[in-house]
């Protein structure tokens, strides 16, 4: 009778499970549809075993129909995970596995037993650890499946913490699995654990409700978010981690940065799940402006496109579709810059007629979208005497004008009409400006931080909204040039005021003639009425210094003419008397406008003048911000003036001390101060992609300094976000951070250059070596040492550069109808080249240093030269290069480690034919660095012919990319801000400002004076 109903029981519930898995219209594949199916089942075969014992107890009829169902589960598990998964099947299978796990809950909640549910995650424990990958992700898939359906399961059941514990234990070592398909059918299963065993935070509620395993699987999983290899997986962690906290909601957000388009994409996505209730709650200013800021990024149209779409459809409507109150979110007045690009792409979307604005607003419904229309007009009014606004009004109706000026959507005629609904006449523009510039200096006054921001940032929008109005009319320009000039002449006027003064000032004036003879006249006029007659020395500080940064702003970005003009007169001898004041504030903005003015001067001024001020004030002030800005206007004029790099004889210094930039720029790279060595770095990334420096009386000096930044570019302790400080910003010169990013382009620009480069590349890698030894011995900084420097990273990453330079460089001269065959051979010399020179350098640092080093160290770098057998071409190599490294390899042989001289066995077996080298008395010891970079130098014997040859080989001035990227170094290493105040004496911080012309100045004249 028993078998009779096992086997009636095993017939239904097969032919049900057949059922559910082929009829996807009449039942789904979902989980309520898996739980009604559960519910059948087990009804029916209660019913079964209830009529197969009627003179029986049915007290424990659920426990039979358990006992019945759990083999049969069981079974129906071991199929589903072994069956062949395809495109076909796929769905079947995740049916049946859902049926299972319901069928399983339901048996558990009938009989109050956890019987068939353990037998079940036993069975698929099984499963997880077995060989097969694609068992393995078929069991995590199964696991998914429990985490899904446990949500249905109350809490105060006894086995359901149990349950979650058990899964948690066999997805976490999937997480880290060798199997792609595993790790991410893992994810996925983790994804559905934590979406019912976590919940926002800020939610009211029993703090025991809350899973203990919610922390140990979202590690992972967030690991897995960033640094899995795969894209798909990456993705699919995004979609997983849920965005319940401030925490998590970073961790997405950084993925917007990810370097692969579909994972900036999925970021965005996961975002817009967000509810718009969780805005106020888990999102802050911080969070929209750091959106904004890597996700509208012109790089990428997709991402760009998806970002787009989260601000008009989410934020607006978070903002109920005014823009203004978006601005407020984003907290515009500290956040300027994002929230422009936001209000940018509101703005451009809005008035946009293409097929894209549907795109982007496909998510809002029609009211939706016509209330979104509507607000971006309502929310401009008109600004006059009687308007009342706040400082996000008067920013929003600004940052309109000015997209709608540059608008390619709008007509004339209507943008026209736009401004003239928004800005009001001049007049009233200035007397507006007027008011709030009164209300900012008595918030100075009353030192009231907050109105002192709010009116700062409104008078600043006037200014800009100035520069927008286009005034054409000749009364109009008189009277809003006669305002600005009573506003700058006043030393009462805060300084962050001046520069846009001056640049609205600029704008405005007819001429280039006129401005400068505005600025003559502030100059003259400057007076400091609201100051104690006693206080003549107080007043006479704060006057020069307005004068200064008056001046300092002028040249940031004058046109040429200014050296014709009168005013430089006047510059040169306020700027001179200024460098030696006794005050540091008034001697750091002097100099630093001594550093713009030299580029308005002619050669002989800058050398016999301005040149001995800087070079004693960088080698000897005592203020390091007056160093940084000194070194600054040097390097700048190093670019126009080759004469730069020259000594200099100091005739009051009795000693006969001479000053050198490139031994001050030596020096100061190795300064204890993070920010002055940053700064010093940078400029010598600048000085040694120019020609110049490589003369033969620096370019040992230029050597070890390229040395020096390979080593720090390379140390693995030098972790720039460590030594990030409040008071620098990471665009400014100084950042670690932005040198970091500045030398990761510089390298390999740099082996792109000439050959000349590549060579002292490669001849840097002892002095390279040998820096990197100090650096990890302690002994260059004070500080403990966390990690060993890997000695032959620096090896590797030299000689990739220089070979992969190499190829570009040639594969972009030679003929478009090159065969394969001649780019083979090409990088085949390049890398016979590269392995001998770099096997010589390494050699020769061995023999010197071979004793200093650890055993690991020692092992690596002879395990490398050994390497380089393949590559070497004795045949055709440098017969001078082959002798030295021969003679190398002969004192090599004392060292004591068996395992190091075995891998330099076969470098010496190699060399053997090889006749040693034999030094010449006229030879240098430093690997010939005047050698490497003889075609820099102007060696009258040479011929015209020869001479011409070598400047076209090495410093690859026949090519256009050559000039983009001397430009662009340039340019890169002289952005920055000026700023009033200079930080802390234990901060180096040096202001310079973007677009600054002394950079295209200076890369045309470099590229001008090599061709002459």
Known sequence: MATNIEDSIRVYTQDQFEAFQLDVDDLGSGIAASRRMSATIQKHVHILVLNNNKNGNNANSSNVVSEYLTPLLTRYVDAALTTEIDSENKDAVERVLNLVVALSFGLCLSSKSNYCLQTILDRIELFSNCTSEKIRSQACVLLGCFACHIVFVKDNVDWKNDCLVTIETMLLPRLTDKSQLARQRAIQATGNMLSTSTKPSGREGNDDDESVSTPTLLEPLLWSMWHDPSVANRIEAIRAVPINSAE???????????????????????????????????????????????????????????????????????????????????????????????????????????????????????????????????AMIKLDKDCIFDEYQIFYTRVACSTAKESSELTFTQKEDLMTKTTPDIPTLCDLFQKHLERLMESIQEQDEESEEQEGFVCMEFLKLAKVADIQEEGSRRYFSNVMTNVLANVETPDELVEECVEALRTTSENNFDFFNAISMIAIGINDSSVDASLEEEKESRCILRVLLLFSIVLENAPSSLSTHDLLDGMTKIILSSVTSSKKMVREISIGALGKLGLFSDESTVLSEFKPILLKIAAKDVALECRGQALLGLSDWALLFSDIFKPHQSDSNPEGESLSLVLILQEMIEHTNTSMAAIAAEVATKLLFSVQIWDNNTACNANEILAALLASFLDPNNNPQENIDEDVDIKDVGSPVRLQQLLSLFFPSFSFKSDGCRNALLSSIEKALEAAMLISSGKSKAKKRSLVFPLLKVVEYVCSIVVDGGAASNGATVNESIDNNTSVVINKDISGLVALTSSLQVSKFLVKNGAKLTVTQLRSLCKFVGSQVDEIQVEDGDKAQLGKLKDCMEELDFLDDSTSLKALHPMTALLSKVVGYEENDNDDDDDGNEEDFDTFSDDETASESSSKERDVESTGETTIDDEVMLGSIARLSLLNKDKENPPPINIVKTSRRKSRRSSNQSAISVLESSFN
């Open 248 to 378: 998590t909601l970073n961790h997405v957000i950084a993925r917007i940065r990810d370097v692969k388009e579909k994972v900036r994409v999925a970021a965005i996505e996961k975002i817009q799940e967000i509810p718009v209730a969780f805005y106020n709650t888990i999102m802050t200013e911080d969070h929209f402006c750091e959106i904004v800021k890597f996700g509208l990024t012109e790089r990428c149209e997709d991402t760009k496109n998806a970002t787009t779409e989260l601000i008009c459809c989410k934020f607006m409507k978070g903002a109920k579709f005014c823009p203004v109150e978006l601005m407020r979110f984003m907290g515009a007045t500290t956040h300027e810059e994002e929230a422009e690009k936001a209000l940018d792409a509101v703005l451009k979307t809005a008035r946009s007629t293409s097929t894209n604005r549907n795109i982007i607003l496909k998510n809002l419904s029609d009211p939706e979208i016509r209330s979104f229309d509507e607000n971006i007009n309502k």
